[in-house]
Nanobody, 122 residues
Framework: QVQLAESGGGLVQAGGSLRLSCAGS????????MGWFRQAPGKERESVAT????????YYADSVKGRFTISRDNDRNTVYLQMNSLKPEDTAVYYC???????????????WGQGTQVTVSS
């Protein structure tokens, strides 16, 4: 079973940048497509970005296209999310998880970690 630990969140002003990391343990992440998800207060968790097992294909929610970049380092068993031009509406708890495409939606199907809080002030 894969255990995931997110880090890198924080408080940033609008227009700023953050880089999130997701470290895996217990099993290699290279077997899986990996995704970043987020959940804002009062809202459902949503997919933000997904990367396939070898990093050659990436997918983004429309709301973050051109601002966020997902990447992975399978040697380090880590997945990253570079977030630029942050907006107040990006405020949420961010989670990583193994990702599975169901219809046209990416869903997390492993155990959820604690997540990392991202707060963007206006």
């Amino acid at each position: 079973q894969v255990q995931l630990a997110e880090s890198g969140g924080g408080l940033v002003q609008a227009g700023g940048s953050l880089r999130l990391s997701c470290a895996g343990s217990g099993r290699t992440l290279s077997l899986y497509a990996m995704g970043w998800f987020r959940q804002a207060p009062g809202k459902e968790r949503e997919s933000v970005a997904t990367i396939n097992w070898d990093g050659l294909n990436t997918y983004y929610a429309d709301s973050v296209k051109g601002r966020f970049t997902i990447s992975r380092d399978n040697d380090r068993n880590t997945v990253y999310l570079q977030m630029n031009s942050l907006k107040p509406e990006d405020t949420a708890v961010y989670y990583c998880n193994t990702a599975h495409l169901v219809g046209s939606s990416w869903l997390g199907y492993g155990a959820w970690g604690q997540g990392t809080q991202v707060t963007v002030s206006s």
